[in-house]
């Protein structure tokens, strides 16, 4: 066992850091007189005999118990969705138990659904549930087993429901949101306050518990993990919050049966051993009456739903054709026919074909249905390129919340205005993009976490465009706990706007983390080109979250050479989307070719996205004027074009300036300078500084290497 100790955040940080992976260099017993609670997780469930399932296997579990239930789904289908999540760990990290639970719920009930949990009984007691039990102490966990009372535990808090009771179990990412009741709260402080507090087999991934086990202000905590487990983003804020709050944290490395050795007699332990035996490498098995359950068709829409059930996991998990394959069938009740729709013209969009999304949606003749979709129309009108017909939509919606501004139709207002919020951005309307921004009300309380972190990523982007990249930054460190709550595709937008503004702003993400007072985020920071891989791979390969990926690896590569690889790897996935996505590429793709000498390719590219021939909707106007810009900027060393070129410059400075976009102007200015033909006073340098606009700065002062001189980030 390995154990550090230390009363402050800086050192519990450090502890960690140093500690993972380390190996076991002594071991000392852990003793019930040094505890006054003991709080647990699913980890000292998992030894045998008892060998419970871990999230991750339980998820599987669940997966295979809901299509063994359904014969009409095809079984490579099923197949292929639990080899995606059985992946290289990636894949699997990105879809844990309680999103998986949220994302079937939208479809089954949920009582149906925990009874998965059934798995759970009749299990045989371990040594770490005898020990524990036998110590006497005040025992909390978020298990829903029941073995700590059958080894003899009089005083059990089960934060997170038990499975004899399946209306108490908590699963879903919507119930950890809604956070634990004042009651439960209220139990866990009366026994975990200024307490000596030995946590076990406990990862912290649940929002609701892990922040009150750190309001309830034990005065000494004892964290364990064994040897080589990496902590979780969430048990590292966990103890940083404890430590930076005066606890004594001591955090142990080891395995349960070696810390609480000597802790049952030896009968005991040969019984144990004996039943362990029996059951080395069990399978997950569900219960038959379970299983039985979700094969009965208790009404005539139950088939419907188990399928569109595990259709949202194939979609969650990027299998886009298996999900629009197993959605070609004929629908009884009209919410599974419309819920198909939606999710077929989702997977659509999410292949970069919003054509095909429109049409789908389209496709009805209900009009009650039509209505309800507008949402998801104005969404795909926009990716295909038309940008005003979807501005027309979503004002629709916003009128519409007038009549119920707090409930569903105020809701989807919301999301409408955060699109019209992107409309304004990309038609260069800076000014109102700022005011709009300003006066965002808070979310209500029927916002989702995905839909908060994609209002979050819009609203960052568009502190960008007017030029405030430390609010942009803010904005979304303030969203980075709620990431692994929302899907995949909402994970990766996210992580690279992150990339993409700090890079902006001239800063690594690590620095812009610092900067803006979150130094916790940093380690997060430094895992982020990892983590957004990740999530891109989970999403799927033809996105544009894998494409905007790519674009700030580009931004952050070392050179010109490697910045131009990372390019033309996504070249591929560019050129299967359409619209805004593939403009976002081909200028990031000429700007690279201008730093870089090459005024041809540059030119090809920017013609590109300027050519009625090879598009289905004009750029909009932000592509047009990055278009123009790059044009005027290669023209600056051509003799015959160089006053045209410094002319066209000067508009497009007055443009921006006016339009609220100052930072963009502000690099114009800059570029007029460096080629002797504008002149920059010492107090606008400091002006330009104080507002935060290094790149500008640097680049105005000849700072900025010839690598980074990468105009089209600003937009």
């Not at 070696?258 to 144990?272: F, K, N, T």
């Not at 969650?316 to 009884?332: D, F, K, N, Q, T």
């Not at 200015?669 to 500008?696: K, V, Y």
């Amino acid at each position: 066992m390995l154990a550090t100790r230390c009363r402050c955040g800086r050192g519990v940080r450090r502890a960690i850091g140093s500690m993972a992976g380390a190996p076991v260099t002594s071991v000392r017993r852990l003793v019930a007189d040094d505890f006054d609670a003991v709080f647990v997780g699913a980890g000292i469930s998992i030894p045998a005999p008892s060998t419970l399932p871990s999230g991750d296997r339980l998820a599987r579990a669940a997966i295979q118990w809901i299509g063994d239930a359904e014969p009409s789904l095809s079984p490579d289908a099923i197949a292929g969705v639990l080899e995606r999540m059985e992946g290289d760990g990636a894949l699997a990290e990105g879809l844990r138990l309680e999103e998986l639970m949220e994302v079937m719920h939208h479809s089954l009930d949920l009582i149906d659904l925990v009874r998965i949990y059934d798995v759970l009984k009749d299990a045989p007691v371990n040594f770490i549930h005898r020990a524990l039990a036998g110590w006497g102490s005040p025992l909390v966990t978020v298990n829903m087993d029941r073995l700590l009372e059958d080894a003899g535990a009089a005083d059990v808090l089960h934060l997170h429901g038990t499975v004899d009771e399946p209306g108490s179990i908590v699963t879903t990412i919507s119930q950890y949101l809604r956070g634990l009741s004042p009651e439960m709260c209220g139990q866990l402080r009366a026994r975990v306050e200024g307490s000596r507090l030995l946590v076990m087999g406990y990862s912290a991934r649940d929002r609701d518990v892990w922040p009150e086990l750190v309001a309830a202000r034990p005065r000494h905590v004892t964290w364990t993990a064994p040897v080589g487990e990496v902590l979780s983003d969430e048990a590292r804020e966990a103890l940083r919050l404890l430590g930076d709050q005066g606890c004594d944290v001591a955090v142990v490395r080891g395995y349960g049966q070696d810390l609480l050795a000597g802790a049952v007699d030896g009968p005991v332990m040969e019984e144990l051993r004996h039943v362990a035996s029996t059951r080395a490498n069990r399978e997950v098995e569900v219960p038959q009456d379970t299983v039985e359950l979700m094969r009965r068709d208790r009404d005539p829409g139950f088939s419907e739903k188990r399928v569109l059930a595990l259709v949202r996991v194939m979609v969650e998990l990027g299998m886009y054709p298996e999900a629009i394959a197993s959605m070609r069938r004929p629908w009884v009740s009209a919410k599974a026919r419309e819920d198909a729709a939606r999710l077929t013209a989702r997977c659509h969009r999410r292949q970069g074909r919003p054509s095909q999304a429109l049409r789908t949606l389209l496709s009805t003749a209900d009009p009650r249905i039509l209505g309800a979709r507008i949402s998801e129309i104005s969404i795909n009108v926009a990716f295909a390129g038309h940008p005003r017909a979807a501005e027309l939509l979503d004002r629709i919606l916003v009128m519409q919340a007038g009549k119920d501004p707090r409930g569903r139709r105020g809701v989807i207002a919301r999301r409408a205005r955060v699109r019209l919020v992107q409309r304004l951005m990309t038609s260069g309307r800076g000014a109102r993009v700022d005011a709009l921004v300003r006066r965002w009300d808070p979310p209500p309380s029927g916002f989702g976490q995905g839909e908060l972190v994609d209002e979050a990523t819009w609203l960052a982007d568009a502190r960008r465009t007017v030029g405030d990249y430390r609010g942009a930054i803010t904005i979304l460190a303030e969203i980075m706990p709620s990431l692994p709550y929302a899907d995949a595709s909402q994970q990766a937008y996210a992580l690279a706007k992150t990339a993409e503004i700090a890079a902006v702003w001239g800063r690594s993400p690590a620095e812009a983390f610092l900067e803006t007072g979150f130094p916790q985020l940093q380690a997060t920071a430094g895992d982020l080109d990892a983590r957004m891989q990740r999530a891109v791979a989970l999403a799927g390969a033809r996105r544009g979250e894998a494409l905007m990926a790519g674009v700030s690896a580009a931004l952050h590569a070392t050179s010109g050479a490697s910045a131009r690889d990372e390019l033309e790897r996504v070249r591929g996935i560019a050129e299967s989307v359409e619209g805004q996505l593939y403009d976002y590429f081909l200028l990031h793709s000429a700007e690279r070719y201008r730093v870089d000498g090459d005024v041809d390719a540059c030119r090809r590219e920017v013609d590109a996205v300027l050519s009625r021939r090879t598009r289905k909707a004009p750029p909009c106007w932000l592509s047009r004027h990055a278009a123009a810009v790059i044009t005027a900027t290669c023209e600056l060393d051509d003799p015959d074009g160089a006053r045209r070129a410094v002319a066209r410059l000067r508009r497009l400075e007055r443009t921006y300036r006016r339009r609220g976009m100052g930072a963009t102007a502000a690099w114009l200015t800059a570029t007029l300078a460096r080629a002797g033909h504008a002149t920059i006073s010492p107090r606008e340098i400091a002006r330009w500084g104080h507002r935060g606009w290094h790149r500008e700065v640097a680049y105005a002062t000849g700072g900025l290497d010839q690598d980074r001189l990468n105009w089209i980030v600003n937009l």
